[in-house]
């Protein structure tokens, strides 16, 4: 399986990417790709328990008969983490960190000239 050059390419074609990882519904990733800047963050472990969300989201879905989880996104103060499935059992996570930081410093700014 040649999971990294895909990977490799979505982080180096999103702007502010950080980190991108073909993972399953038990937290652990087929293959990663981290750009160096964020090794001084917990992307790994955060990204193992969102797995754990994205997984009861799906189940909720599922007993509550409202169609199938495609995507789910989580923003915390430093990260945008986007999920999305790619088969029953598999998914794709990507980190975003600096484009969500620059659009939280420009909105005061936009704000001010509306």
Same mark, same amino acid.
Do not use: F, M, N
């Given at each position: 399986m040649a999971f990294l050059p895909i990977l490799q390419e979505i982080v180096r074609s999103v702007?502010?990417?950080l980190a991108c990882s073909v993972m399953g519904f038990d937290g652990i990733a087929v293959e990663s790709f981290q750009v160096d800047g964020a090794s001084d963050m917990e992307?790994? &472990?955060?990204?193992?328990?969102y797995a754990a969300i994205l997984a009861q989201a799906k189940n909720a879905a599922q007993l509550l008969k409202t169609g199938s989880v495609n995507e789910v996104s989580i923003n915390s103060d430093q990260v945008l983490t986007i999920m999305?499935?790619? &088969?029953?059992?598999?998914f794709l996570v990507l980190a975003l960190?600096?484009?969500?930081?620059?659009?939280r410093i420009a909105a005061p700014r936009v704000n001010a000239e509306l």
């Open positions: 702007e502010g990417a992307l790994q &472990s955060t990204l193992v328990e999305r499935l790619v &088969s029953p059992d598999y960190g600096k484009g969500r930081y620059a659009l």
